[in-house]
């Protein structure tokens, strides 16, 4: 799905997930953070800075610090929402390279 975010991303989506089908309807995670987080990293992202996500999740806020130029370092224990984020980061050209 891609999302309603500035800037845009692509976002992995599974139809039987809860969480995932309110993303779905909306295009945004969490609009209220998803809005703080832009304003607290959108600065340091623009110089290529460096982003530590310590339980990624579905990886919302890795794909969107991407997005926003960012380099990540993602902690996600696990093996479920890991496959969920290796597929975002897979559809979005050059994000893989520039997280660890």
Same mark, same amino acid.
Not at 25 to 32: G, L, S
Not at 33 to 57: E, F, M, P, Q
Not at 65 to 92: D, F, H, K
């Given at each position: 799905? !891609?999302?309603?975010?500035?800037? =845009?991303? /692509? ?10 089908? =309110? !993303? ?22 623009? =110089?290529?800075?460096?982003? /530590?996500? /310590? ?18 370092? &993602? ?8 496959? &969920? ?16």
């Amino acid at each position: 799905v !891609m999302t309603n975010t500035e800037p =845009r991303f /692509v976002f992995a989506y599974n139809p039987y997930d809860d969480d995932m089908q =309110r !993303m779905h309807t909306a295009q945004v995670i969490e609009p209220t953070l998803t809005h703080a987080w832009y304003k607290a990293t959108a600065s340091c992202c623009k =110089r290529g800075g460096t982003i /530590v996500d /310590v339980g990624g999740n579905y990886g919302w806020y890795t794909l969107y610090s991407l997005a926003l130029g960012c380099r990540v370092v &993602v902690i996600e224990p696990v093996p479920a929402y890991q496959e &969920v984020m290796q597929l975002g980061l897979a559809l979005n050209p050059g994000f893989s390279e520039r997280t660890t």
